[in-house]
């Protein structure tokens, strides 16, 4: 059974223990995890970044999802993070939450959802996530991250107004 | 002849005017000009976001960029804003500009400038410019900032390490 939820003040060192141990992140990926976190937070005005956690029946946090809208669009929206935790992959909790993500934006108006995601190989199953759940492949940036680390762009459009190319 | 230096505080209002004048941008992303301006000239430990401007022999001012380090890359440095006034387009300024943020990436150790622009057609001198300065056009992400105004993704390479796809 999955818990989901709005996250809150004492879910703060289990969402960044569940970024740290996925073993993915890079420590300046994790310190904007806790940034974007920190805003979610203790601004309350901020309409920049919504984070949602995915708990068990024992109240263990499976893992988490930061979306907000894409600054300068209409409609827009970005998956900033999703992050289910080694032990808890495979059994749903990432599907349930990107389910969530997207409940919440139908009432929002929002026309797409767009992720980014890395070429390496520790993110083929993140890759696979998307490709499984509806986002479309629109773009490849060679060596965005890093040398040999390319950004890959998913969209994810909500109804028939818009297509990729 | 072009002066090109840092934007400084008296800079300001010339900076949002031509901004507003050059009639491409909505108000929210003349607002976001004045959002990064404002952390540049006086967040002075901000290493976010530098600001240039180009002006004439009068100190006119004729346009002005904005470039910082793109967040989670390392060597990649986005092309946030690059803006010439409708009077002094045509005429170098762009030009003047691009090559100092290039001039000063390259002591940075830059690999890659991204550059993010629309498909519509008020957008067709930036495309074009982008693509006579060794821009790559990389992805098209359909209706992105709004129904039929897609984003497109420049980048230009500075070394041999990567090309686009």
Same mark, same amino acid.
């Given at each position: 059974?999955?818990?989901? !939820?709005?996250a $809150? $003040? !004492?879910? /703060?060192?289990a ?11 890079t420590a300046? $990926?994790v310190?904007?995890?806790?940034e974007? *976190?920190d805003?979610?937070l =203790?601004q309350?005005? &901020? =309409? ?10 024992h109240?263990? *946090? ?5 979306y ?8 827009t929206y ?10 808890? /992959?495979g059994?749903g909790?990432g599907?349930?939450?990107?389910e969530?993500?997207?409940? $919440? ?12 995601t890395?070429?390496?190989?520790s993110?083929?199953?993140a890759?696979?996530?998307?490709e =499984? =759940?509806?986002? *479309? !492949?629109?773009?490849?940036? !060679?060596d ?5 680390d390319?950004l890959i762009?998913y969209?994810k459009y909500?109804t &028939? /107004?818009?297509?990729?190319?």
């Amino acid at each position: 059974m999955f818990v989901i !939820r709005k996250a $809150e $003040e !004492r879910d /703060q060192s289990a969402i960044l223990s569940a970024a740290k141990d996925v073993g993915v992140f890079t420590a300046a $990926e994790v310190a904007c995890v806790d940034e974007l *976190l920190d805003i979610f937070l =203790h601004q309350p005005d &901020n =309409h920049d970044y919504t984070f949602i956690v995915c708990s068990d029946e024992h109240d263990r *946090l499976l893992g988490f999802a930061c979306y907000g809208p894409t600054p300068l669009t209409e409609g827009t929206y970005d998956l900033y993070w999703l992050c289910v935790s080694k032990s808890a /992959q495979g059994k749903g909790a990432g599907a349930a939450l990107l389910e969530q993500v997207e409940k $919440e934006l139908s009432t929002w108006s929002a026309r797409m959802l767009i992720a980014e995601t890395s070429s390496t190989p520790s993110y083929d199953p993140a890759r696979s996530f998307y490709e =499984h =759940h509806g986002f *479309l !492949r629109c773009a490849c940036i !060679r060596d965005f991250y890093r040398l040999g680390d390319d950004l890959i762009i998913y969209a994810k459009y909500f109804t &028939n /107004q818009g297509s990729t190319s």
